[in-house]
């Protein structure tokens, strides 16, 4: 009797696990993450150049964090794009409170290098497409029966450019809704090809971002959800 009751008991710890959606990491990596993040945002927000621009900057870590922190537990992330993530939204408060055609390392760049403008902005959108391109990745190779496709590639950079041409739209919004005083957000600096440049930064980011990372991030897949 006691080998059938333990039988079942095993019977029934396999099915809830494999009812589970997926096994929550054991790293204290997203922990440190999220530390890291809700640190750089209270950072950020001390006295900004603009209190407007910053929350133009920083709306898309206010509303992804608490997206991702609900379903940590039934959509854990991986730990390169946690830390993918946390390194973007830094660039994006960073940016938020000098605004980016000011932010003091893009100033150091461009004299070190004799450049015409601040190429923060530049920077900000190549993360615009680096780091979407591993997020937009997780979730088709996790929801969808892409896994293996040679359609993955394709398509992940096509969504990262859709991405990147709502923001530009976004930005659009802005100009038309503020005039003037959404200039500091659109950080255009004068140029007028600034949304294809942006649009292409963004190409470019996603596109390296998927030759170099893919390997690892199929590794980091495989111990996450088998």
Excluded at 60 to 71: H, N
Excluded at 203 to 217: E, F, Q, R
Aim: aromatic content about 10%; some cysteine.
């Amino acid at each position: 009797m006691s080998l059938i009751a333990a039988a079942r008991r095993r019977t029934a710890s396999n099915s809830a696990s494999s009812a589970a959606p997926f096994p929550a990491p054991s790293s204290a990596l997203p922990g440190l993450c999220v530390a890291v993040v809700v640190v750089g945002l209270a950072v950020s927000a001390w006295a900004p150049h603009d209190r407007t621009t910053w929350l133009l900057e920083v709306v898309w870590v206010l509303l992804g964090l608490p997206l991702a922190l609900l379903a940590r537990r039934r959509f854990p992330l991986s730990g390169l794009l946690c830390c993918l993530l946390a390194v973007h939204a830094l660039v994006l408060a960073l940016g938020g409170h000098y605004t980016y055609a000011q932010v003091p390392l893009g100033e150091w760049v461009k004299d070190g290098l004799g450049l015409s403008r601040n190429p923060y902005d530049r920077f900000g959108h190549l993360m615009q497409g680096f780091v979407p391109a591993i997020l937009v990745r997780e979730l088709l190779v996790r929801t969808s029966a892409l896994r293996g496709s040679r359609w993955l590639a394709p398509l992940t950079v096509c969504a990262c450019l859709a991405f990147s041409a709502v923001f530009e739209m976004f930005e659009w919004a802005a100009a038309v809704i503020g005039g003037h005083a959404a200039d500091a957000f659109l950080a255009t600096q004068g140029d007028v090809w600034d949304t294809q440049w942006d649009m292409f930064c963004a190409l470019i980011g996603a596109t390296v971002s998927l030759l170099v990372l893919s390997k690892w991030h199929d590794r980091q897949l495989t111990r996450l959800v088998g």
